[in-house]
């Protein structure tokens, strides 16, 4: 539906240009100049919500539509992440856009930046694509040629540093607070199926409530006494914890992050009447489908988990692995088993999957951090502060700072965040006052107790009008 909107605008303001390069020989320098200040002006777009946006600044030279045809590159010129992968012949895991905020292509990357290399299969798709073809589409759609450097870089990574009309805040002043006890709404709440096939089909599993006292799971392998138990017979055990799930795929600046409120039976009084063997190095939580994400026994020593069937006082959703997920304290939500009907004791090597995604021997998004809420471009009141609010986390890391720049990363106001645990997110706001109207981006990045800096700043573009 977007794609043929914008081949309708495409060839609209192509008959349009033919018609006015015409009439422009004829015209007066200073009616071309007021025809073209008309003419090359950026869209300002009402959302069903009433949000107005602008996703590129004005700017004197007209150089972001005339010079850089901004509003005709990047993903998000042609697609919704969120549908368009669903759209795709080859299945994929649902995405979803908790906080509003919206997908972006380093999502796609934290899964095809090794194998399936996604360049590859981008270009085969588009290269092969009519309507691609059709809107002339090239490489300049997807990708900004440094022509200084040579460089073939995203146009979604460099647009802000070649965009004109930004204003930059050097050393940005504002009201910055930080807390770990914000709760993410329910229907903020991020899911994720892969499966144990890698399919990412989301199954269609029935919910009626007497599925979850009946759920049977069994302790098992290395354990003196195995036995199966059905989850009504320890809910008197339970337990309400707050608990951060925090998926490891999560893209920089990404929204698969959320604090919750939990209430689970605690696993430790489960392993202690199984009796757990001292030859067992892996405690594996295995799905029913078989999804599992061994951790070394020596994790339960210093962290509690939990049978998990309710998220903020609410049953689970089918989504979210109703009846029942395996949670844990600091580790990646890969781990978050759902559905698991094994507890198994083994002596095969385990190691979390927290968190370690690397590329060329680095993090990819770790620290991570978000901007939540506002839809890339919004236009705010100009005299009214603005609200900001977002979340950051390192896994298995304390944040001891956040960063805010107002200048393209030139220079980052700093903010400590002292006596963060890894358990819960770090959520922050931050008040600004801009003091004259314009187009800004805010840049987010967050620092770890050793130092580890947000690989990719979380980035927002905003308007004040
Ligand atoms: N059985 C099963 N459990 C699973 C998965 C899955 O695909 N199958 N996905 C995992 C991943 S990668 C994440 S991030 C969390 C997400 O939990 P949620 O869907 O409840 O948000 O579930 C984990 N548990
Ligand atoms: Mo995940």
Redesign the pocket.
């Known amino acids: 539906m977007k794609m043929r909107k914008l081949l309708t605008t495409l060839l609209a303001s192509v008959l349009v240009l033919t018609a006015s390069f015409a009439a422009a020989e004829e015209m007066t320098p200073a009616e071309k100049n007021a025809a073209a200040m008309e003419k090359f002006q950026p869209k300002v777009v009402t959302l069903d919500n009433g949000v107005q946006v602008q996703k590129v600044p004005n700017d004197p030279f007209l150089w972001n539509i005339k010079g850089l045809d901004a509003e005709h590159r990047g993903c998000a010129a042609c697609h919704d992440i969120t549908e368009m992968i669903q759209k795709m012949d080859i299945t994929h895991p649902e995405l979803h856009n908790p906080y509003n905020v919206d997908e972006t292509i380093d999502f796609c990357f934290m899964c095809h930046y090794a194998a399936l290399n996604i360049g590859d299969s981008m270009h085969t798709i588009h290269m092969n694509s009519k309507a691609f073809n059709q809107m002339g589409g090239s490489c300049d759609s997807c990708h900004y040629i440094n022509t200084k450097s040579g460089e073939i870089e995203l146009w979604d990574h460099v647009k802000y540093d070649v965009m004109m009309g930004i204003t930059p805040v050097a050393d940005v002043q504002g009201k910055f607070t930080c807390d770990q006890d914000y709760i993410t709404p329910n229907e903020e709440?991020?899911?994720?199926?892969?499966?144990?096939d890698h399919r990412g089909i989301t199954p269609d599993n029935p919910t009626d409530p007497e599925i979850l006292d009946n759920w049977e799971i069994s302790i098992e392998g290395l354990v003196d006494h195995p036995f199966t138990f059905k989850m009504s017979d320890y809910m008197d055990l339970s337990e309400k914890r707050v608990i951060k799930?925090h998926?490891?795929?999560n893209g920089p600046g990404g929204a698969?992050a959320a604090n919750l409120e939990v209430t689970g039976i605690p696993i430790k009084p489960l392993l202690e009447k199984a009796g757990v063997q001292a030859e067992a190095t892996a405690f594996n939580v295995y799905?029913e489908?078989g999804?599992v994400y061994p951790l070394p026994v020596d994790y339960l020593k210093d962290n509690d988990t939990f049978l998990v069937y309710e998220i903020n006082g609410q049953p689970?959703k089918n989504?979210?692995?109703y009846p029942v997920?395996f949670w844990g304290e600091n580790i990646g939500?890969?781990h978050?088993?759902?559905?698991p009907t094994r507890i198994a004791l083994e002596d095969t090597p385990a190691q979390p999957k927290n968190y370690v995604l690397k590329r060329d021997g680095k993090y990819i998004n770790k620290p991570n951090c978000g901007i939540w809420h506002y839809t890339e471009g919004t236009v705010f009141p100009f005299g009214e502060p603005i609200q900001f609010e977002g979340y950051a986390d390192a896994y298995d890391e304390p944040i001891v700072a956040l960063e805010i720049s107002m200048d393209n990363g030139k220079t980052w106001s700093h903010y400590d965040t002292p006596n963060m645990d890894t358990i819960r997110l770090v959520h922050w706001t931050y008040e600004f006052m801009p003091e004259k109207p314009g187009s800004y981006v805010m840049q987010v990045r967050a620092i770890t107790e050793t130092g580890l800096v947000s690989p990719m700043a979380a980035k927002l573009l905003f308007n004040v009008k």
Request: proline share 0%.
């Open positions: 709440v991020f899911w994720y199926w892969e499966n144990n799930m998926c490891v795929t698969y799905s489908d999804w689970l989504v979210e692995g997920q939500s890969v978050y088993c759902k559905r």
